[in-house]
């Protein structure tokens, strides 16, 4: 039977598998300096990048919720997978054959949930989408044909197609290894009376995949008049597929969502191939269900969404200009301000969905479609006021009223004040004066009923904010150590330098004492160098060594943490010397004038005791060579160390 994986190929795993490239699979990164890069952490929600990534050290930390680790952390948090797991996912990317050893983690069934139902999926999409060019499968392909998609699209995509007997695919999965409690769980097969049956049968199949390109559930289109299922049936809710955490298409737009700072949000499969084959690649759909806040927390890491941002992205919906369109493009509007970037809406003018629209005008007509957005709010308040007649004191006055309060929900003030100048003109009221009025008291009670809310319940549970390091011993009274605080700062740059460019301070830092380091959590780093060989013996298990000295999470935590902080903004090798240098002295510096000051108080009370002159005078001599010493650290800086 096989065991645990052999320790070499963890490690070559690890060295293999760059963790920018991995980190990037879930959310845009962007230079941060020093090296290092940053982006907007997928732990928690925050409106301003503080998630870093090292890729010198393969190290990521979150200096808001403070998550951090290797490659291999990361993808165990972010895809909930037991570390084997996550081995064997980077391995097979890595194209490298893990060794198995007695008394650990094996291979087959006894591999984790998680991956067997994305093999198990793996395995079915291709079964699908080679069950396209069967002779049953003509009625899906001249569905397809019908809305201008040919076989270079329908693979592109991987469209397949689910025969309409019972159980094609169960017994094609069980061939395969997979076990009946699998196939249920997985959501491909359903309980029928006799065992398991398939749950798509004679429709054609959509691959529905995660942001890292795994597939994890399925759409499937009814094509048969006696199909008398719903429309589009997809994937129940299972271990590895929440559809309120899923958009359709999004491994195939990230990277020119992250490049062009824009996403294209669509309601169907159709509508997003037909948008990527219009050349609009930026295009995703929501997979049975309405556009909400877990989708709104993937595209904005996707779009590296942030009120700090140089420039704001763009967010654009398109939605049919019917009825039910127009009443899920207002939805999107309770979603808007959770995004700094702008959000548009594209409505057809002749009500056509972007797949008939490319079908009926061409591809220009769809990309003409997505650049003729309307901004969200004007979208609203039109939208609004068309259900109104505006041709009455009331019905203006009712128009108003109903307007108001979408508007009052802007945050950004000036922008309020805007729209309430256009509100006025588009419910065709002449005293804008009084509209901006309305809409300011109805902002700020608004404001006193979440304050008063906030009083009244439980505080909710808030993102962190970037804060102090927990410190790894317990601290007994008084107040709580700040280690970012000046008092402490000196030595934190000389532990991230040790960390982080060891030969730098080599070999004078081995030669530091623990008590040079005043903050408990840092003398405690300071140890553990020492544990892991020093910075003279720093090697490429150097870090892993020191992160393996830890004596818990929470000092493995801040270890990432000094791993991964920026040392200075600029790599220029001479810049990176001087600092090093620096903190070296302003540390000894520190330490020689807390020892003098100790020796002053000590040679006081000798002097004041009859029968120690002896002891006073020792004490003296100490006090004027460490006084010389001094002089010496401020004068010639390092050449005295």
């Not at 890729?55 to 570390?83: A, N, R, Y």
């Not at 159709?270 to 690649?281: E, F, P």
């Not at 080599?506 to 300071?526: M, N, Q, S």
Request: aromatic content about 8%.
């Amino acid at each position: 039977m096989a065991g645990r994986i052999n320790d070499e190929d963890v490690k070559a795993v690890r060295d293999a598998v760059p963790i920018d490239a991995v980190v990037s699979e879930y959310l845009q990164l962007r230079p941060a300096g020093g090296g290092n890069l940053k982006g907007l952490c997928p732990f928690h929600d925050e409106k301003s990048p503080s998630f870093q990534v090292s890729p010198s050290k393969g190290l990521f930390h979150c200096f808001g919720c403070q998550e951090g680790g290797d490659t291999l952390t990361f993808v165990m948090k972010i895809e909930h997978l037991s570390f084997a797991e996550s081995v064997e996912r980077l391995a097979a990317q890595a194209g490298i054959t893990l060794r198995y050893e007695q008394g650990g983690y094996g291979l087959g069934r006894q591999q984790g949930e998680r991956t067997r139902l994305i093999e198990a999926h793996r395995v079915a999409a291709q079964y699908y989408a080679e069950q396209l060019a069967s002779p049953e499968a003509e009625i899906g392909r001249r569905f397809l044909g019908e809305r201008g998609f040919d076989q270079a699209a329908a693979q592109h995509f991987g469209v397949g197609y689910a025969p309409a007997g019972w159980d094609h695919v169960v017994r094609f999965l069980r061939g395969r290894g997979f076990t009946d409690k699998e196939l249920i769980q997985s959501g491909i097969a359903q309980d029928g009376r006799r065992g398991p049956i398939d749950r798509f049968r004679g429709r054609l199949i959509w691959p529905i995949r995660d942001i890292t390109g795994e597939v994890i559930g399925f759409g499937a289109r009814r094509l048969r008049d006696d199909d008398n299922g719903p429309k589009y049936l997809n994937t129940p809710e299972t271990p590895i597929y929440r559809k309120s955490q899923v958009l359709y298409g999004v491994d195939l737009a990230k990277r020119d969502i992250a490049k062009s700072n824009r996403a294209v949000v669509v309601e169907g499969y159709t509508d997003v191939m037909a948008c990527h084959l219009a050349g609009v690649t930026t295009a995703i759909a929501t997979c049975g269900t309405a556009f909400g806040g877990e989708h709104v927390k993937i595209l904005r890491r996707v779009l590296l969404d942030n009120s700090d941002a140089h420039s704001a992205g763009e967010v654009v919906f398109t939605f049919d200009g019917d009825a039910a369109g127009q009443k899920a493009a207002l939805r999107a509007f309770e979603d808007d301000q959770k995004f700094a970037a702008r959000t548009s809406i594209a409505v057809s003018p002749d009500n056509m969905d972007p797949c008939e629209l490319r079908l009926a005008k061409g591809d220009e007509a769809v990309r003409e479609l997505i650049e003729s957005g309307t901004p969200l709010f004007e979208f609203a308040m039109r939208s609004i006021a068309a259900r109104h007649n505006l041709e009455t004191v009331e019905g203006r006055s009712a128009a108003l009223e109903h307007a108001a309060p979408l508007i009052a929900q802007i945050k950004d003030p000036s922008i309020r004040h805007d729209y309430g100048v256009r509100l006025a003109g588009i419910v065709g009221n002449p005293d804008e004066r009084f509209v901006i009025r309305r809409i300011g008291q109805l902002a700020r009670w608004g404001r006193e009923r979440q304050r008063a809310g906030a009083a009244a319940g439980p505080q909710p549970s808030a993102a962190p904010t970037p804060a102090p390091t927990p410190a790894p011993p317990a601290q007994r009274g008084g107040p709580p150590l700040n280690l970012r605080s000046p008092a402490y700062v000196q030595e934190r740059e000389l532990l991230k330098f040790a960390i982080q460019f060891p030969e730098l301070v080599a070999p004078t830092f081995d030669a530091y004492g623990v008590d040079e380091f005043t903050a408990p959590p840092y003398a405690l780093i300071r140890s553990l160098i020492a544990e892991a060989g020093g910075v003279t013996a720093a090697d490429d298990g150097y870090l892993e060594r020191l992160r393996d000295a830890a004596p818990d999470d929470t000092v493995r935590v801040m270890i990432n943490e000094l791993a991964v902080e920026s040392v200075v903004a600029s790599r220029r090798q001479r810049e990176l010397d001087r600092l090093a240098g620096h903190y070296l002295v302003e540390v000894r510096l520190a330490a020689v004038n807390r020892r003098i000051q100790d020796l002053e108080s000590s040679a006081r009370r000798a002097e004041a005791q009859s029968g120690n002159a002896q002891a006073a005078a020792d004490i003296r001599q100490e006090l004027w060579t460490l006084v010389q010493y001094r002089t010496a650290l401020r004068e010639r800086g390092t050449a005295a160390l």
